[in-house]
């Protein structure tokens, strides 16, 4: 199933509504402009296997560039719009994206990347002529709205922290399936999450991200309508749910905490009643959250723990949770591991490192082979982790209580410390730096970083200031630290390695669990 097949079926449906303004795009539109860019990017000698990036804000061309390289055989990076241009340019080029698509809402950026990505041929620009780029209405105007002659499946290669900092992509093998073969993964997340040919899905959440992706392009697939807000805000999220009568929706507990501290005469006012589940993912959600929540939608809530690299994922029901409170699941997709330090299984209850068993690894690293030797089990390549700590109780239900990567999770992003330390430590007054999340009751964390001054420097709110100012002008907001602290030594081991764990404890101490 794809947009090709609803287009002859039902090619009036709105496919993907503009939140804000109602603006729409059918599935005949989709369909025929997926499949001029298909045109386009053969015509341009793209095979299967080649790349395409797209660096875009949340709006309605965003999903038909997915299709059409999904229908070409091709993989599909999509860049974080908030990065800056210099961020972006590594991915793009890292990708080795033969194509990129971006906006007009993004020309500063798009224009300071042009020279990182010299491996790029074709570069198209939404809404504007820009030098450096083609307009990408002009381009796709030329091309036949006919699908290509094959059309086999491509993949998405989404990507996450490198060991040097730098983002990886997460690559997985082409199926050698064509997009009109059966593809069981739809079955499964049709039968696990309920989602249908009459789905109206509001998608709140930033497409660049992982899961707002999968699940709007699900929902296409099976014939839907995906509602996408431009921007997550809380009251005009529920005046969708309420004007487009929205049957699922996907967010993160941050968002959760945004409705709920909204006035209760504003949260009343919107009817949610349409919603079937409320999906939630990408952090821990604290408990006093998740119950408020059940206590006003009802128990639609549903969780699951897994991530882009798609190793294994974890599922339950509200009814599940709230007889297993702190759970993100049990297994539906993998087998469960709970390993030590060396390797060793660990008996039910106490706690390790999250291991996922499959009958062989999912996936790989970009260009980076010891951080994909370093996800697997040492004994059994076919179990994976993703850096998280937990522990599995007598039923099955993992709970999780520390992340062993120092990854930190704001808001459902994810933020890498080890590239805002590269940053951060080529500041002329910084002798040595550490990045760790700390705790934050809206975000579950934010960044914090603590600086060891160069010798001759003093530590002040001045260079406080300078540091924070060095920080926005080299990474995108979301990576800044909130704050910086100042130690006269950060404490390393005598060989060179950083004991990230004395800092954070100060700052988790009176916290049970490292995930708030």
Same mark, same amino acid.
């Given at each position: 199933?794809?947009?090709?097949?609803?287009?002859?079926?039902?090619?009036?449906?709105?496919?993907?509504?503009?939140?804000?303004?109602?603006?729409?795009?059918?599935?005949?539109?989709?369909?025929?402009?997926?499949?001029?860019?298909?045109?386009?990017?053969?015509?341009?000698?793209?095979?299967?296997?080649?790349?395409?990036?797209?660096?875009?804000?949340?709006?309605?061309?965003?999903?038909?560039?997915?299709?059409?390289?999904?229908?070409?055989?091709?993989?599909?990076?999509?860049?974080?719009?908030?990065?800056?241009?210099?961020?972006?340019?590594?991915?793009?080029?890292?990708?080795?994206?033969?194509?990129?698509?971006?906006?007009?809402?993004?020309?500063?950026?798009?224009?300071?990347?042009?020279?990182?990505?010299?491996?790029?041929?074709?570069?198209?620009?939404?809404?504007?002529?820009?030098?450096?780029?083609?307009?990408?209405?002009?381009?796709?105007?030329?091309?036949?709205?006919?699908?290509?002659?094959?059309?086999?499946?491509?993949?998405?290669?989404?990507?996450?922290?490198?060991?040097?900092?730098?983002?990886?992509?997460?690559?997985?093998?082409?199926?050698?399936?064509?997009?009109?073969?059966?593809?069981?993964?739809?079955?499964?997340?049709?039968?696990?999450?309920?989602?249908?040919?009459?789905?109206?899905?509001?998608?709140?959440?930033?497409?660049?991200?992982?899961?707002?992706?999968?699940?709007?392009? &699900? #929902?296409?697939?099976? *014939? %839907? =309508?995906?509602?996408?807000?431009?921007? @997550?805000?809380?009251?005009?999220?529920?005046? /969708?749910?309420?004007?487009?009568?929205?049957?699922?929706?996907?967010?993160?507990?941050?968002?959760?905490?945004?409705?709920?501290?909204?006035?209760?005469?504003?949260?009343?006012?919107?009817?949610?009643?349409?919603?079937?589940?409320?999906?939630?993912?990408?952090?821990?959600?604290?408990?006093?959250?998740?119950?408020?929540?059940?206590?006003?939608?009802?128990?639609? &809530? #549903?969780?699951?723990? *897994? %991530? =882009?690299?798609?190793?294994?994922?974890? @599922?339950?029901?509200?009814?599940?949770?709230? /007889?297993?409170?702190?759970?993100?699941?049990?297994?539906?997709?993998?087998?469960?591991?709970?390993?030590?330090?060396?390797?060793?299984?660990?008996?039910?209850?106490?706690?390790?490192?999250?291991?996922?068993?499959?009958?062989?690894?999912?996936?790989?690293?970009?260009?980076?082979?010891?951080?994909?030797?370093?996800?697997?089990?040492?004994?059994?390549?076919?179990?994976?982790?993703?850096?998280?700590? %937990?522990?599995?109780?007598?039923?099955?239900?993992?709970?999780?209580?520390?992340?062993?990567?120092?990854?930190?999770?704001?808001?459902?992003?994810?933020?890498?410390?080890?590239?805002?330390?590269?940053?951060?430590?080529?500041?002329?007054?910084?002798?040595?730096?550490?990045?760790?999340?700390?705790?934050?009751?809206?975000?579950?964390?934010?960044?914090?970083?603590?600086?060891?001054?160069?010798?001759?420097?003093?530590?002040?709110?001045?260079?406080?200031?300078?540091?924070?100012?060095?920080?926005?002008?080299?990474?995108?907001?979301?990576?800044?630290?909130?704050?910086?602290?100042?130690?006269?030594?950060?404490?390393?081991?005598?060989?060179?390695?950083?004991?990230?764990?004395?800092?954070?404890?100060?700052?988790?101490?009176?916290?049970?669990?490292?995930?708030?």
């Amino acid at each position: 199933m794809h947009p090709g097949v609803h287009a002859r079926e039902t090619p009036d449906k709105p496919a993907l509504i503009l939140a804000s303004s109602g603006e729409t795009l059918s599935y005949r539109e989709l369909d025929e402009r997926a499949n001029r860019l298909a045109q386009l990017m053969w015509k341009r000698g793209l095979r299967p296997g080649d790349h395409v990036a797209v660096f875009m804000e949340n709006q309605l061309r965003y999903l038909e560039v997915y299709w059409a390289a999904i229908r070409s055989g091709l993989y599909l990076t999509t860049v974080n719009r908030y990065l800056t241009g210099e961020e972006a340019a590594y991915i793009i080029d890292d990708c080795e994206a033969r194509v990129l698509v971006t906006s007009a809402a993004l020309a500063e950026p798009a224009l300071a990347l042009i020279s990182g990505i010299p491996r790029c041929e074709t570069r198209l620009m939404v809404d504007a002529e820009v030098p450096g780029y083609e307009r990408y209405e002009a381009a796709l105007a030329s091309h036949s709205a006919a699908p290509l002659a094959k059309r086999p499946r491509g993949a998405s290669m989404l990507y996450s922290s490198g060991t040097t900092g730098r983002p990886k992509g997460i690559k997985r093998p082409l199926s050698g399936a064509m997009i009109d073969d059966p593809d069981p993964a739809l079955g499964f997340f049709q039968a696990l999450f309920g989602v249908a040919q009459d789905t109206v899905y509001l998608s709140p959440a930033p497409m660049y991200h992982s899961a707002p992706l999968a699940f709007s392009t &699900l #929902v296409q697939a099976l *014939g %839907g =309508t995906v509602v996408m807000m431009e921007k @997550f805000d809380a009251l005009a999220t529920l005046r /969708a749910l309420e004007r487009y009568r929205c049957t699922e929706a996907q967010f993160v507990p941050t968002m959760f905490s945004r409705m709920l501290k909204l006035p209760e005469a504003e949260r009343t006012r919107y009817d949610a009643s349409s919603l079937r589940s409320a999906i939630h993912a990408a952090a821990p959600c604290p408990e006093r959250v998740k119950q408020q929540m059940i206590d006003w939608w009802g128990p639609i &809530l #549903v969780e699951y723990y *897994g %991530g =882009t690299e798609f190793n294994g994922l974890t @599922f339950l029901t509200s009814e599940e949770w709230l /007889a297993h409170r702190g759970s993100v699941g049990r297994a539906v997709y993998g087998k469960l591991h709970i390993c030590d330090e060396v390797g060793d299984e660990l008996p039910t209850g106490e706690t390790g490192l999250v291991y996922f068993e499959l009958e062989k690894m999912p996936f790989a690293y970009h260009n980076d082979p010891q951080k994909t030797k370093d996800a697997q089990h040492p004994s059994h390549p076919n179990w994976s982790a993703l850096g998280d700590v %937990g522990y599995l109780d007598d039923d099955g239900f993992l709970y999780l209580t520390d992340r062993k990567s120092y990854m930190i999770i704001s808001g459902g992003v994810n933020i890498y410390p080890a590239e805002i330390e590269n940053i951060l430590v080529t500041h002329p007054k910084v002798g040595d730096v550490a990045v760790f999340g700390v705790p934050n009751e809206e975000f579950g964390e934010e960044v914090k970083a603590v600086v060891q001054p160069l010798d001759g420097f003093e530590s002040s709110p001045a260079l406080e200031q300078e540091i924070l100012d060095f920080a926005r002008e080299h990474l995108a907001h979301y990576k800044c630290p909130r704050s910086v602290d100042f130690l006269a030594e950060l404490p390393r081991l005598p060989t060179g390695k950083l004991y990230k764990r004395l800092l954070r404890d100060r700052y988790w101490g009176k916290h049970d669990s490292r995930i708030v």
